[in-house]
């Protein structure tokens, strides 16, 4: 039971303090980032992986394959870098808050 | 990313100092950010006239003075430099536009040139160090930015792209009107009508007619959230690879000990290794930006019904 108190005093401490340098704001942002990149880059690998294997059985439409390809790749990094804009928002938000604090003190 | 303008007045002194006094990789994120955002240079009225707008009036003069002088000499054949730009144009118009449009390809064949030229030429000027050469024979340092790392400039070049997409699509549906007799007024109103119609898929029955509204409000949404994409891609493309490009260099003013020498030399050679991929990303986009918008004017505009 003690440690279970403990526990459930340090949560509310951990809170605090990642609150109170805007940590919790980046680590949303830092998390965020990282797993759209992992989203992505899986997305991405399989449409390469597959367009390779087609490419291979049948080199002669190989060129409209590439160009699909690209286009496909292009839109899948569209929507990743739509939620690279939101982390760096939501940092920039994080940064000027700070300072705005920073300069009030 | 509010005050993007104001940046000279609050100095550049807050940031960096904040990012200073807690000493480390802070100052990276701080100050990277900061050469993607528009600089004020001087005020007309109460507009300020930034970087990126004086490299957009410069592409202007570009694309005009270029391609006016290609296009001069018409009937001889391109030689040299002349036959780069026919073969960017004429991969343009055989090879993105002419498959999607078919027929209507001579009609929008100058916009679909002018924005693919525009982005391209745009992405292109944003690697090229305009600002240091100004810098060393000038003494102006901040004279030139990267208009498409702006959202709000993309996001005109899409407002221009959803305007051209549905004017175009509802003149489409009043010619197809009129080739039924009926008289101008009628045309036009039954024309807009139905082009309102053919955005939904036809679903034969009475399931069709009580699903039309919500395919409706799903196409509007869809009509709205395509321009935005296109925007946003290319916003977030340009502007991300120059943080990128940025973040690196500024590796060596966040560590200043023994160690600096060290980290510079990978982060120059990364640098440069992306620099490269930056190139690709710029032609890949403007690519991009034009083919879906050849795209998006063919679904409209060719009779789907």
Same mark, same amino acid.
Request: proline share 4%; net charge negative.
């Given at each position: 039971?003690?440690?279970?108190?403990?526990?459930?005093?340090?949560?509310?401490?951990?809170?605090?303090?990642?609150?109170?340098?805007?940590?919790?704001?980046?680590?949303?942002?830092?998390?965020?980032?990282?797993?759209?990149?992992?989203?992505?880059?899986?997305?991405?690998?399989?449409?390469?992986?597959?367009?390779?294997?087609?490419?291979?059985?049948?080199?002669?439409?190989?060129?409209?394959?590439? =160009?699909?390809?690209?286009?496909?790749?292009?839109?899948?990094?569209?929507?990743?870098?739509?939620?690279?804009?939101? *982390?760096?928002?939501?940092?920039?938000?994080?940064?000027?808050?700070?300072?705005?604090?920073?300069?009030?003190? | 990313?509010?005050?993007?303008?104001?940046?000279?007045?609050?100095?550049?002194?807050?940031?960096?100092?904040?990012?200073?006094?807690?000493?480390?990789?802070?100052?990276?994120?701080?100050?990277?950010?900061?050469?993607?955002?528009?600089?004020?240079?001087?005020?007309?009225?109460?507009?300020?006239? =930034?970087?990126?707008?004086?490299?957009?009036?410069?592409?202007?003069?570009?694309?005009? $003075?270029?391609?006016?002088?290609?296009?001069?000499?018409?009937?001889?054949?391109?030689?040299?430099?002349?036959?780069?730009?026919?073969?960017?144009?004429?991969?343009?118009?055989?090879?993105?536009?002419?498959?999607?449009?078919?027929?209507?390809?001579?009609?929008?064949?100058?916009?679909?040139?002018?924005?693919?030229?525009?982005?391209?030429?745009?992405?292109?000027?944003?690697?090229?160090?305009?600002?240091?050469?100004?810098?060393?024979?000038?003494?102006?340092?901040?004279?030139?930015? =990267?208009?498409?790392?702006?959202?709000?400039?993309?996001?005109?070049?899409?407002?221009?792209?959803?305007?051209?997409?549905?004017?175009?699509?509802?003149?489409?549906? *009043?010619?197809?009107?009129?080739?039924?007799?009926?008289?101008?007024?009628?045309?036009?109103?039954?024309?807009?009508?139905?082009?309102?119609?053919?955005?939904?898929?036809?679903?034969?029955? $009475?399931?069709?007619?009580?699903?039309?509204?919500?395919?409706?409000?799903?196409?509007?949404?869809?009509?709205?959230?395509?321009?935005?994409?296109?925007?946003?891609?290319?916003?977030?493309?340009?502007?991300?690879?120059?943080?990128?490009?940025?973040?690196?260099?500024?590796?060596?003013?966040?560590?200043?000990?023994?160690?600096?020498?060290?980290?510079?030399?990978?982060?120059?050679?990364? *640098?440069t290794a992306l620099s490269f991929l930056e190139l690709f990303v710029a032609f890949l986009q403007a690519y991009i930006f034009t083919f879906l918008t050849c795209l998006f004017i063919g679904a409209a505009v060719s009779p789907e019904h």
């Amino acid at each position: 039971m003690e440690w279970e108190d403990m526990v459930m005093e340090i949560i509310p401490m951990l809170a605090e303090g990642l609150s109170n340098g805007g940590g919790l704001g980046l680590l949303g942002a830092g998390l965020g980032a990282g797993l759209v990149t992992f989203g992505g880059a899986k997305g991405i690998g399989q449409l390469a992986a597959s367009a390779l294997e087609s490419q291979a059985r049948q080199p002669e439409v190989a060129g409209r394959v590439f =160009t699909s390809m690209i286009i496909a790749a292009a839109l899948i990094e569209g929507f990743t870098f739509f939620a690279l804009i939101i *982390c760096f928002q939501i940092s920039g938000k994080v940064f000027s808050t700070l300072a705005a604090a920073g300069a009030g003190h | 990313m509010d005050d993007l303008v104001g940046q000279q007045e609050n100095g550049n002194d807050e940031r960096t100092g904040i990012a200073m006094t807690s000493g480390h990789t802070l100052l990276v994120l701080g100050d990277a950010m900061e050469h993607v955002l528009p600089k004020r240079l001087f005020l007309i009225g109460p507009l300020p006239f =930034t970087d990126q707008m004086l490299v957009m009036l410069v592409v202007g003069g570009i694309l005009l $003075v270029v391609f006016a002088l290609d296009a001069r000499r018409y009937p001889m054949v391109p030689t040299g430099f002349r036959m780069f730009l026919e073969t960017g144009l004429h991969f343009v118009r055989e090879g993105v536009a002419r498959p999607v449009l078919k027929e209507h390809t001579d009609r929008f064949i100058p916009f679909i040139w002018t924005l693919f030229f525009f982005i391209l030429v745009n992405n292109l000027l944003g690697l090229v160090p305009l600002n240091a050469i100004a810098g060393l024979l000038f003494g102006q340092w901040h004279l030139f930015g =990267t208009a498409t790392a702006n959202l709000s400039v993309t996001a005109a070049l899409a407002g221009l792209v959803f305007v051209t997409i549905h004017i175009s699509g509802m003149t489409e549906e *009043c010619r197809h009107q009129r080739k039924y007799g009926r008289s101008w007024p009628v045309a036009v109103v039954m024309g807009f009508l139905m082009y309102w119609y053919h955005f939904v898929p036809h679903i034969p029955g $009475v399931l069709g007619v009580v699903l039309f509204p919500f395919f409706l409000v799903l196409e509007i949404i869809g009509a709205l959230i395509k321009p935005f994409a296109l925007a946003i891609r290319l916003f977030a493309n340009i502007m991300a690879g120059h943080i990128l490009l940025g973040s690196l260099l500024l590796m060596l003013p966040a560590i200043r000990n023994l160690a600096s020498g060290g980290v510079v030399v990978p982060g120059l050679l990364g *640098c440069t290794a992306l620099s490269f991929l930056e190139l690709f990303v710029a032609f890949l986009q403007a690519y991009i930006f034009t083919f879906l918008t050849c795209l998006f004017i063919g679904a409209a505009v060719s009779p789907e019904h």
